[in-house]
């Protein structure tokens, strides 16, 4: 059975850091493309980061470029997402996702939620 499973969010105060796990069963995800997004409240679900089977890594929003990164653990069939000095912006429900050619939908995780508030 197909899963991903998301963890490693909470409560963190301004400034704190927080890493995020996504870890993969029924499939290899070394082989897949692995996305990291978020949805903050009622907006749309935005793509953040993406790490490519070959290991090349992509961050997308500008918000986020030096402060987040994703990390993939081949061993572990887990892809992380290390996030510091996070703002009260960065409050939002957070997924992965996992994507190939072919696949006429990704794989989803149901997401981890990240709240910053002092």
């Known amino acids: 059975q197909v899963q991903l499973v998301e963890s490693g969010g909470g409560l963190v105060r301004p400034g704190g850091h927080l890493r995020l796990s996504c870890a993969a069963s029924?499939?290899?995800?070394?082989?897949?493309?692995m996305n990291w997004h978020r949805q903050i409240l009622e907006k749309e679900r935005e793509l953040i980061a993406r790490?490519?089977?070959?290991?090349?890594?992509?961050v997308y929003p500008d918000s986020v470029k030096d402060r987040f990164l994703i990390s993939r653990d081949n061993a572990k069939n887990t892809v992380y997402l290390e996030m510091s000095s996070l703002q009260s912006e960065d409050t939002a429900m957070y997924s992965c996702?996992?994507?190939?050619?072919?696949?006429?939908?990704?794989?989803w995780g149901r997401g981890t939620q990240v709240t910053v508030s002092s």
């Open positions: 996702s996992a994507e190939r050619a072919g696949m006429l939908d990704p794989y």
């Open positions: 029924g499939f290899v995800a070394s082989g897949y493309t």
């Open positions: 790490i490519f089977p070959f290991g090349g890594t992509v």
